[in-house]
């Protein structure tokens, strides 16, 4: 089973074969077949095992699912009948650090050093990219490098896990014991940390448009602020 491979990094369920991304040889085609009704039940299975609904009306989900992210879409096939389509993120359960990075060539000492050093010193940081490009590894490592002060971790999903060397308070839009469709927005959870958590730092996960005007006033606050956004270049990002 795919979701068992830990070098695999994401899984593409669509009626036909399904293909993964490894974190070595890249996209993969399977020699798994799916067959419309096939996607269809697995896709609900999945759903129900999160604990979400999903309905025609309310077609594009994203949801946790037992530790890795799932991003279901229901696609209209014609008037009687749709399409199933999902996307199973992994998380790495040893994501690469800092030395790797540099080890692998991905960035250089001076490179990183610059970035830690504003880390820091507690400026505002916003890593952009694709899908697949590293966003989430570039912040972990530069997580590593934050001194022993408070951290407010906001992610939709549980994408990083930081382990108790740091005072950690972790918070996201879903609360246990709560409807999965109640949904707190993340621009409100990270007024309320600014308001009565005093964090030394706050990592968000991934940002969406709705949360980018709360990130940019976290700029202000001198707290140290980590981000990550998806967009293929700067000039996207500022007209996203």
Known sequence: ??????????????????????????????????????????????????????????????????????????????????????????FPQNPYSAAHLIANGTMNEWVFAYLATLVLNKRTGLIIGPVGSGKTTLLWSLIGVIPLEKIVLIQEVPEIRLPSLWPLEELGPYRPGISSDVVIPIHRIIE?????????????????????????????????????????????????
């Open 1 to 90: 089973m795919p979701v068992k491979d830990p070098e695999i990094e994401d899984i593409y369920a669509a009626p036909g074969r399904v293909c993964v991304r490894h974190r070595k040889y890249g996209v993969l085609i399977t020699n798994i077949v799916l067959k419309d009704v096939e996607c269809k039940a697995l896709v609900q299975r999945l759903i129900r095992k999160a604990g979400w609904s999903i309905t025609i009306g309310d077609s594009l989900k994203r949801m946790p699912l037992e530790g890795m992210r799932l991003d279901v879409t229901i696609g209209e096939l014609n008037e009687v009948s749709v399409k199933y389509y999902a996307t199973i993120r992994k």
């Open 192 to 240: 309320d940390t600014l308001r009565g958590k005093s964090p030394g730092y706050i990592i968000l996960g991934e940002i969406h448009q709705e949360e980018g005007y709360a990130w940019a006033q976290l700029g202000r606050t001198k707290k140290g602020t980590l981000a990550t956004f998806h967009a293929d270049d700067p000039r996207q990002l500022y007209w996203l």
